[in-house]
Every structure is written in structure tokens, then in C-alpha cells.
Nanobody, 128 residues
């Protein structure tokens, strides 16, 4: 059974940095997937934050984070990272890792319905 397990969430102050990790179980062939981070707050839909293509050559970020967040992968560790810098209270949410299978080497999907596997999420809280 494929599992995605996120970690790294915490309570931090505005301006701090965090790095989230998402480890995929070995049953998943890492290089066949595009990867993304979404976030969700109570009562709201999942919001695309950052994604990286299957090839690893392309990344895409939402407007609110593109100058502050970095997404990367380590295929040898089956791990996806989200480096979050200059955190703001508006970044407070549950962050979820997601994998989209074989949609094209250079594509970075932004629609949540294109992602098949999801983690349970890790909570990030940013105080002002």
C-alpha cells in the first residue's frame, strides 16, 4: 500500500523558516510522479502551493509563496521537501503532500483532482 508521510510542521513566529518533508513508501516508483504541496484550512478547499514536474526540471508556485518557498525532491530517499522562508500568519494551514502519476515529464499539475496519492498532512502555525 502506497503511503505518503509528511513531517516538519510546527508552531513558529512570523519571519521564521521551516522545512517540510514527505516520504513516499517504496512501492511507489518515485520518478514516474509529479509532486506537489497543497494546504488546507478548516472550511476551505485545498489550495495548490508548490509543485515539481516528473522530470524535476520544472517547478511552479502559487503567487503568494513563489518568492519565499522552494520545492525539491531526493529520488534516492523517495522524499519531497518544501522549504518555507519568511513565514507569514497567512501561511497557517495543514500542508499535504501529493503525487500525480505519469502526466508528462515537464508538467506541473495545479488541480488537486489530478493527484492520486495524498498524505495525511502536517500542521504549520505561524504566530504574528
Amino acid at each position: 500500500q502506497v503511503q505518503l508521510v509528511e513531517s516538519g510542521g510546527a508552531l513558529v513566529q512570523a519571519g521564521d523558516s521551516l522545512r517540510l518533508s514527505c516520504v513516499a513508501s517504496s512501492q511507489l516508483t518515485f520518478r514516474y510522479y509529479a509532486w506537489a504541496w497543497f494546504r488546507q484550512t478548516p472550511g476551505n478547499e485545498r489550495e495548490f502551493v508548490a509543485g515539481i514536474s516528473q522530470s524535476g526540471e520544472r517547478t511552479h508556485f502559487s503567487d503568494g509563496v513563489k518568492d519565499r518557498f522552494i520545492i525539491s525532491t531526493d529520488g534516492a530517499k523517495n522524499t519531497v521537501y518544501l522549504q518555507m522562508n519568511s513565514l507569514e500568519p497567512e501561511d497557517t494551514a495543514t500542508y499535504l503532500c501529493a503525487a500525480a502519476y505519469n502526466l508528462g515529464a515537464a508538467r506541473v499539475p495545479v488541480d488537486h483532482y489530478l493527484y492520486y496519492y495524498w498524505g495525511q498532512g502536517t500542521q504549520v502555525t505561524v504566530s504574528s
